[in-house]
């Protein structure tokens, strides 16, 4: 009797698998997206803004869209930490790895070393292939979750169902 409920729970708990690896891949696509809604923000701001770098990120954080990402809290605690901004753009973006990916949080932190190093066109130049990279990583993110989440799903069910078989 204890095998066959054992089993029976198999069958849920791969599907359950299967949706939580599904739920990743919008996850990572959600965050690819919001990462270049607050980068091309960020663009538009020092295109058109005079101000200093670290004053433009500070008006972004108050931005009700970019409040929840979790690379700007981390870059500001690290700054109120005492950070400079090179460096705590740089941990912030290794910060991001799991949610951006290894390639998002790499292209995070490319950007960030590159900022304050050149004029502002040249920093602007800097934006419009980090964006564009990042433009190229949100499409294979969508490609990736529209092609595999499905299989995801289908794959746990399937695999819970073998043991519930299996077993019974």
Do not use: I
Not at 17 to 29: F, H, T, V, Y
Not at 146 to 165: D, E, I, M
Request: proline share 3%; charged share 25%.
């Amino acid at each position: 009797m204890r095998t066959e409920v054992l089993a029976f729970l198999a069958l849920p708990c791969g599907f359950l698998a299967g949706m939580s690896a599904a739920a990743r891949l919008k996850q990572r696509e959600t965050a690819l997206l919001e990462t270049r809604q607050f980068l091309l923000a960020l663009k538009l701001s020092l295109e058109f803004s005079g101000a200093p770098l670290s004053a433009l990120l500070s008006a972004l954080a108050e931005d009700e869209r970019f409040r929840s990402l979790s690379f700007l809290q981390s870059l500001f605690r690290r700054l109120a930490d005492g950070a400079a901004l090179p460096a705590a753009w740089q941990k912030a973006a290794r910060d991001e790895g799991k949610r951006l990916g290894p390639a998002g949080a790499a292209l995070l932190g490319r950007l960030g070393s590159l900022l304050g190093t050149t004029d502002k066109p040249g920093q602007l130049e800097v934006f419009s292939r980090e964006l564009a990279a990042l433009d190229e990583l949100c499409e294979n993110a969508k490609e990736k979750r529209r092609r595999c989440a499905g299989l995801y799903r289908a794959a746990g069910a399937f695999a819970g169902a073998a043991v519930f078989l299996l077993a019974v």
